[in-house]
């Protein structure tokens, strides 16, 4: 029995169809397991920011194991103080909360801002205003505060207290704004929903009605922090401060974490409010403190944003290219024809895996170590690929 037999017996069929069986992985490359070699544009999903298997991670994560490995938040452990030092340091924010995922970390950050609404302003302003195109994870608060619709219908009721506004309008951001919110949750960079980068003067929006409202105003950085857009954080790429800061994906290179790094509030959690068993376990604080110092030393978001602007001037310049969007080394390329996933799977045949993040879109966010020359080589493919669909 394959490995890809054995997974549809053995797992739940809540994923699409799976292109490929993983066996190996080295910086931007990868091997199924027929031996073929891939260059790696997708990253786990934006998430090992140094490439496969890179040993600073990995080695940072076992010898924090051998000296102390998990002992719950029933009591302090350094490795995750020094990472919300770290991370304050790069983002000016003041306290950090660790979990183990996106989707977690968002769930921790409507919890935030619903604390800091009702204690502020009485149990009415508890609401959360979200984009049209957002994604934010698959938990329930989570799920109600992403757009896909359909996406929602079998699970329904999720919770109340959730509004969308599309995104860039300003007037209906306007109208959405009030006295009942809580929180205003937004993706700087719109990643599942296509790579769309959200306007400055809307985010700067944002911020207004937040400090007129005394409402959170929360990026949701999951895919964009990390170096990825070309900055630490995507926010430091605009002149508006969040107020706190959702992250997760890139942060330990592989290994699962989510944070939410905010700024000092007199109406934060109070003991016994959140928390989750594994978030700042040792060794995983220890290999995401490992991962930002390799971004440090490498310049890796110098790299990010060299590479990402290259990527965007030579796909922008293919035959069959109707429209290049994003930042750094998150991009969404827009096919003339269409048809991003049959694309995507002459891409793979190619040799370079990507995925198609809309039916008309591909998204390439590899991992940040990517070198120029493996940037031309996926060029190259998807200018031989497009030539050949028309
Ligand atoms: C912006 C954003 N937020 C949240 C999530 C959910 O993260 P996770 O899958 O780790 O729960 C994702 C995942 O793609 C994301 O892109």
Not at 72 to 86: C, F, G, K, V
Not at 228 to 252: H, S
Request: proline share 5%; aromatic share 6%; net charge negative.
């Amino acid at each position: 029995m394959s490995i890809a037999d054995r997974g549809t017996e053995a797992m739940m069929s809540n994923y699409p169809p799976r292109p490929l069986t993983i066996v190996r992985g080295e910086g931007c490359w990868l091997w199924d397991d027929a031996g073929t070699r891939y260059l790696d544009l997708v990253a786990g999903i934006a998430v090992v920011t140094l490439g496969h298997g890179h040993p600073e991670p990995i080695a940072a994560l076992a010898a924090q194991s051998a000296v102390l490995d998990h002992v719950s938040n029933l009591y302090w452990t350094e490795p995750a103080i020094a990472l919300a030092e770290r991370l304050h340091g790069l983002s000016g924010f003041e306290q950090a909360f660790f979990c183990n995922s996106g989707a977690e970390a968002n769930e921790a950050a409507i919890k935030l801002a619903r604390r800091h609404g009702t204690e502020t302003g009485g149990a009415d302003k508890h609401e959360l205003v979200c984009l049209e195109g957002a994604f934010h994870g698959r938990t329930l608060g989570a799920l109600q505060a992403t757009w896909a619709q359909p996406k929602k219908i079998p699970f329904e009721p999720l919770p109340a207290g959730f509004r969308h506004v599309s995104r860039n309008d300003i007037e209906a951001l306007r109208a959405a704004v009030g006295p009942q919110t809580a929180g205003v949750l937004i993706e700087p960079i719109q990643g599942e929903g296509g790579v769309h980068v959200i306007d400055e003067a809307f985010l700067q929006e944002a911020r207004t009605l937040c400090d007129q409202h005394n409402a959170l105003l929360l990026f949701d950085e999951v895919q964009t922090g990390i170096g990825r857009t070309g900055a630490w954080f995507a926010f430091q790429r605009t002149g508006v401060r969040p107020d706190a800061v959702v992250l997760a994906k890139g942060l330990a290179s592989g290994m699962p974490i989510g944070a939410l790094l905010s700024k000092r509030l007199a109406t934060g959690f109070q003991p016994g409010d959140h928390g989750t068993t594994f978030g700042g376990s040792p060794p995983i604080a220890a290999a995401a403190l490992a991962t930002i110092g390799v971004v440090e030393r490498d310049d890796l978001i110098g790299n990010a944003t060299r590479i990402g602007d290259y990527l965007a001037t030579a796909l922008g310049a293919l035959a069959g290219v109707a429209d290049v969007r994003g930042a750094g080394l998150l991009i969404a390329v827009e096919l003339a024809s269409g048809d991003a996933a049959g694309a995507a799977a002459a891409l793979r045949e190619q040799g370079v895996i990507v995925n198609a993040v809309s039916e008309t879109a591909l998204r390439l966010c590899p991992p940040l170590v990517i070198t120029q020359e493996q940037a031309e080589l996926a060029v190259a493919a998807l200018d031989v690929v497009l030539a050949a669909r028309g």
